[in-house]
């Protein structure tokens, strides 16, 4: 009798086990930062592994891994093509993968091909220097420009039509200097771009204020320009925005995560809530805090409607620049 009450109740043991596993964290999570370690994705990556540990909403650390090339293309390729459905791989990216998605850099595919399921945080774009570089403020840097366009080496993560050139262009426009005949010197990541201004084989970084703060705060880099609608607080009190400096340009640059095409609904569903939790813990407003960046919401359905406005606003603005057909 015992037996058949077994064998009558193992459906019903079954399906317990298999709701547990569904509502369980994803196995073998991980966040992509689709560059080497250092710069704006690497920085993306660790906020939430920082967030999801500090709100207690993981079961299990969230580790970081790297997959370098293409400035995120590499990584999008290789989860579209052979990764589409790994439920736990939460890939980073920021407002630079939507300019490339723009100009096709991510080869045949577009913005349509992976599943946006949330933006937690923005950061600023930022303009620094050595810490004993001839140019002191902004004005210093723009009047040598608009002498010389090419006496300055801006450097940053990605080559031409990326995030840093873009914010490198789009400043240069502003205050009257041609895009192109700026000098603009790309690196595959953030870290190698720090290492040649601090190296003084580029005179200008252009980057996000998040990733710079560091060498800021060591005394290696001085800010000329944060690119911010208006001065900031905390760690960033006391940065020169280029508004206060009589320049109308700023540049924010959302910071956002997205799963493989092929990832199931209530796996998708399941991170959404995550991050919804997360996004609406007191801890994360701490831990946005420590990584001086801003706040900034948007989860699957909005984030996607946002995506897909943003790309293609970016392909008129490549189009402009020559970038795009």
Same mark, same amino acid.
């Given at each position: 009798m015992?037996?058949?009450?077994? +064998? $009558?109740?193992?459906?019903?043991? *079954?399906?317990?086990?298999?709701?547990t @596993?569904l509502?369980? /964290?994803?196995r073998?999570t !991980?966040?992509?930062?689709?560059?080497?370690?250092?710069?704006?994705?690497?920085l993306?990556?660790?906020?939430?592994?920082?967030g999801f540990k500090?709100?207690?909403?993981?079961?299990k650390?969230?580790?970081?891994?790297?997959?370098?090339?293409?400035?995120g293309?590499?990584?999008?390729?290789?989860?579209?093509?052979?990764?589409?459905?790994?439920?736990?791989?939460?890939?980073?990216?920021?407002?630079g993968?939507?300019?490339?998605l723009?100009?096709?850099?991510?080869?045949r595919?577009?913005?349509n091909? +992976? $599943?946006?399921?949330?933006?937690? *945080?923005a950061?600023y774009g930022?303009? @620094?220097?050595?810490s /004993?570089?001839?140019?002191h !403020?902004?004005?210093d840097l723009?009047k040598?420009?608009?002498?010389d366009?090419?006496?300055?080496?801006?450097?940053?993560?990605?080559?031409v039509?990326?995030?840093?050139w873009?914010q490198?262009?789009l400043?240069?426009?502003?205050?009257?200097?041609?895009?192109?005949?700026?000098?603009?010197?790309?690196?595959?990541?953030?870290?190698?771009?720090?290492?040649a201004?601090l190296?003084?084989?580029?005179?200008?970084?252009?980057?996000?204020?998040?990733?710079?703060l560091?060498?800021?705060?060591?005394g290696?880099l001085r800010?000329l320009?944060l690119?911010a609608d208006?001065?900031?607080g905390?760690?960033?009190?006391?940065?020169p925005?280029?508004?206060s400096?009589g320049?109308?340009?700023?540049?924010?640059?959302i910071m956002?995560?997205?799963l493989g095409?092929?990832v199931?609904?209530e796996?998708?569903?399941?991170?959404?809530e995550r991050?919804?939790?997360?996004?609406?813990?007191?801890?994360?407003?701490?831990?946005?805090e420590?990584?001086?960046?801003?706040?900034?919401?948007?989860?699957?359905?909005?984030?996607?409607?946002?995506?897909?406005k943003?790309?293609?606003?970016?392909?008129s603005?490549?189009k402009?620049?020559?970038?795009?057909?």
């Amino acid at each position: 009798m015992r037996l058949s009450v077994m +064998v $009558r109740s193992a459906p019903v043991l *079954a399906a317990l086990v298999l709701s547990t @596993a569904l509502h369980a /964290d994803p196995r073998r999570t !991980t966040c992509v930062a689709p560059a080497s370690p250092g710069g704006g994705f690497d920085l993306t990556c660790k906020l939430i592994q920082a967030g999801f540990k500090d709100a207690n909403l993981l079961e299990k650390p969230l580790p970081v891994t790297y997959m370098p090339g293409g400035i995120g293309a590499v990584a999008y390729n290789a989860i579209i093509a052979n990764r589409p459905d790994e439920p736990g791989t939460l890939v980073a990216f920021t407002s630079g993968s939507l300019l490339n998605l723009a100009q096709g850099k991510f080869g045949r595919y577009n913005e349509n091909d +992976v $599943r946006w399921v949330a933006a937690v *945080a923005a950061n600023y774009g930022i303009l @620094a220097v050595r810490s /004993d570089s001839p140019y002191h !403020t902004l004005d210093d840097l723009v009047k040598a420009l608009r002498e010389d366009p090419a006496v300055v080496a801006f450097g940053g993560s990605g080559t031409v039509g990326s995030q840093y050139w873009t914010q490198s262009a789009l400043f240069a426009r502003s205050v009257g200097v041609d895009p192109r005949a700026m000098r603009y010197v790309s690196f595959e990541g953030g870290g190698d771009a720090f290492s040649a201004v601090l190296g003084d084989h580029i005179q200008l970084l252009s980057s996000n204020v998040g990733s710079v703060l560091p060498h800021v705060e060591s005394g290696d880099l001085r800010v000329l320009a944060l690119l911010a609608d208006e001065p900031q607080g905390g760690r960033l009190g006391g940065m020169p925005t280029a508004k206060s400096q009589g320049y109308d340009f700023s540049w924010p640059v959302i910071m956002g995560y997205y799963l493989g095409p092929k990832v199931s609904d209530e796996d998708f569903k399941w991170w959404e809530e995550r991050f919804t939790q997360l996004l609406d813990s007191e801890t994360f407003e701490q831990t946005r805090e420590r990584f001086s960046v801003q706040p900034f919401r948007l989860t699957g359905p909005a984030l996607d409607a946002y995506v897909k406005k943003q790309v293609a606003e970016y392909r008129s603005l490549a189009k402009e620049f020559g970038l795009a057909e």
